[in-house]
């Protein structure tokens, strides 16, 4: 998988776009209470349509995080954690 070129191009620009910066950010506690929280939305994001994206999302961006001990991922994942929550919130009145 990791041979053929479709993957690596997006591997390339992920490498180029991640470092280790903001770390203060990246402690495991924040991101592991906000995973959990996110987990436990899921099933009310199912509700609201096309929501579930924004939840994979912001898990991808705190796994990117986490890896390359990136704080302003981890900060776009609670940022993106926060949008997805509160529309589906308002979504669900």
Known sequence: MTGSQ?????????????????EVLVGQYPIAVASTVLGLAMPLTELVPLSGIGVGTGFMAFGLALVARDGLMALCGFLI??????LAIVGMK
Do not use: E, F, K
Request: charged share 25%; proline share 4%; no cysteine.
């Open 6 to 22: 479709w993957v690596r191009r997006p591997a390339r620009w992920i490498d180029a776009v991640l470092r280790q910066r903001l």
């Open 81 to 86: 954690s926060g949008v997805t929550l509160t």
